[in-house]
């Protein structure tokens, strides 16, 4: 299998992390690749018709993309149920999603647009998304990020880790002193260390 990846990508760093924890990186090749919306890369294009990293080329059917999928695929492969808690890890991991993809447009806008073309309001928009959803794992979902490990603990891990990368100043962890804690104990995993984005 070929993966399709960017180091710095909150959703590669998902199924990375899931590589690490179900000791399957070796079954996997890495295809680092630059791409932006902008300037998608054809190797990614050619795999995922919506130009987006993940994408999983694998040898016995069609092309996986959309990190949620290639997750999914790749935890029953290894028979490691990072999904065994049903609906529960499946609204963790799109609240986690969620988390990313509005962090990411706040990159976006930041960092591709030009500056006289950004809009405050757009931002404030999306860091509002964030700051609602850790506001919401706070109060209602810490029994589970504190339970045995799934996919909705790697997708809420990855996130948060994201917001910090590129967004360190969001106050996520003002009135959210459970999820901080949790957040704490587990980027120190040997997954998460492994996965670091590097600078830039």
């Not at 960017?6 to 399957?24: C, D, G, I, N, Y």
């Not at 509002?128 to 909705?152: F, I, T, Y």
Request: hydrophobic share 40%.
């Amino acid at each position: 299998m070929k993966l399709h990846y960017a180091p710095t990508s909150p959703f590669v760093r998902k199924v990375m992390v899931l590589l690490h924890e179900t000791e399957t990186l070796d079954s996997v090749e890495l295809h680092n690749v630059a791409t932006t919306p902008y300037a998608p890369s054809a190797d990614v294009r050619a795999s995922n018709p919506l130009a987006k990293i993940p994408a999983l080329e694998r040898g016995d059917g069609p092309a996986l993309y959309d990190s949620r999928v290639i997750c999914a695929y790749l935890d029953e492969r290894a028979g490691a149920g990072l999904y065994a808690a049903g609906w529960d890890t499946k609204v963790l991991e799109a609240t986690a999603d969620g988390i990313m993809e509005a962090a990411v447009l706040m990159t976006y806008e930041m960092r591709l647009r030009p500056e006289d073309k950004q809009s405050p309001e757009w931002i404030k928009a999306q860091l509002g998304k964030v700051l609602g959803a850790c506001s919401a794992l706070n109060a209602r979902w810490m029994s589970h990020l504190q339970g045995p490990l799934d996919m909705g603990q790697i997708a809420v891990g990855c996130a948060l880790a994201y917001v910090d990368f590129r967004h360190p100043d969001a106050g996520w962890r003002s009135d959210n002193e459970a999820l901080a804690d949790w957040f704490a104990a587990f980027e120190s995993r040997a997954s998460m260390q492994a996965t670091r984005p590097p600078e830039g």
